[in-house]
């Protein structure tokens, strides 16, 4: 219930002070953004699996967060920033896509 | 811990299908034991709890994060997503219209300077053109002058003198280089001054004047002096034995020309066209 309360608090914070984004941030947010839904998806789904711990879901949110952002710096260094940040994209998307059949599968036992 | 497949992330002791059988209906028996455990879950997991909070920052974080960068990506102009054609072409009509407005600055920049050039060679003209006035208003006696000069004052009690003598006068005057001369403060000498003889006295340009003559003439006043009083001269003719007046010759630091000469309208006299023009 709390969960659902700070996501519904999150989007009026954002859409009310509506801040704005840091130029060295703006390359950084989109690919965090993904990393961070897949570390909540993978804690409901760790969650219907009963093996839900707080401590390693904190540490695995910041540190998906952190590597995502990591990898696209690199990429932005290294010249390949659109490629590498693509891959990251991809790849956290087939994450999610695999937790949200897993979770699919604990709800609907399908 | 979404490293874990979903096959290998069933530590729940609860359920325990597996064993039983790998037919394809696993999931027939177990379900009125115990009815989809992780709805359950689920269920029970809107408890308030320290895991609740923390998951409720962290998706509060998320959420404004994701909001705000939706903002960002719908202020953005939409070139982040062109395609590199579209960028190409979209960056070579920009070069283009730069070149174009460029040349465009340049043709306005060259028009503009020989706008301000024709202003200033027609400023130049006009001033030159009002330089001339005043030298030729001075010259033709339209305009009052004044500078240094000498002022001579002859007497003629026996009213002797002729127009011949102030004719003279004027013109040794004009030969020691006067620029503008006045006799008696109401006659302006210029070019078609004429001098009759009206005893007692002398018609200048129609104004009959009688003694004292003072002439003024503006010039090098030296000069003026030396050519009034020069043996023969001026002074000599009216101080001699025909005349029998006197003669006073003062050199002035500054002298004022106020007798004007009205300038007539030309009856036949015409500019010609200038040839150099």
Known sequence: ?110 | MSDDTPETSKPDPVEQPHPDEPTPMPQAKPKPRTPNLALRRLRTGFKPSRGQAIVAVVLALVACVAVVQVRVNRADDGYQNARREDLIAILDGLGQNTRRLESEIAELEERKNSLSSSADKAQTAREQAEAQVRTLGILAGTLPAQGPGVRITLNDPESKMTSSNLLDAIEELRDAGAEAIQINGAARVVASTDFVDDAPGIRIDGQKLNSPYVIEAIGESHNLAEAANFPGGLVSEVTGPQVGGTAEVTELPQVQITALHAPEEHRYARPAPSPTK
Do not use: C
């Open chain 1, 1 to 110: 219930m709390i969960a659902v309360l700070g996501l519904v608090i999150g989007v009026v914070i954002g859409l009310l002070v509506a801040p704005d984004v840091p130029e060295w941030a703006q390359p950084y947010l989109p690919i965090a953004v993904v990393a961070a839904l897949d570390a909540v998806f993978g804690a409901l789904r760790a969650f219907l699996d009963g093996i839900f711990d707080d401590k390693v879901f904190v540490v695995s949110f910041v540190s998906n967060v952190l590597i995502a952002a990591l990898i696209v710096y690199l990429g932005d260094q290294l010249g390949v920033g659109s490629q590498l940040s693509t891959g990251v994209v991809v790849v956290l998307g087939i994450r999610i896509f695999t937790n949200m059949a897993a979770i699919r599968r604990h709800i609907f036992r399908a």
